[in-house]
């Protein structure tokens, strides 16, 4: 999976991923700076969700989004 994608077009998809993690801030997406490992752990912090599951999370917004 190439996640220099997303990191590219971060700017434009921070808006897509509060709609998709309602509780991340913008501060929280700021941090997160489109890099996979951190916004995995971030949303890990923010619901609470084990590693996996926000693994697979983040990669469904990958495949959505990578396009």
Request: net charge negative; aromatic share 8%.
């Amino acid at each position: 999976m190439n996640w220099d994608v997303i990191q590219g077009k971060w700017k434009q998809l921070k808006g897509e991923a509060q709609v998709q993690w309602g509780k991340l801030t913008d501060d929280d997406l700021d941090r997160a700076e489109g890099n996979r490992d951190k916004l995995v752990g971030v949303i890990q912090e923010r619901y609470g969700l084990a590693k996996d599951e926000a693994e697979r999370e983040v990669d469904a917004f990958y495949n959505k989004h990578a396009a």
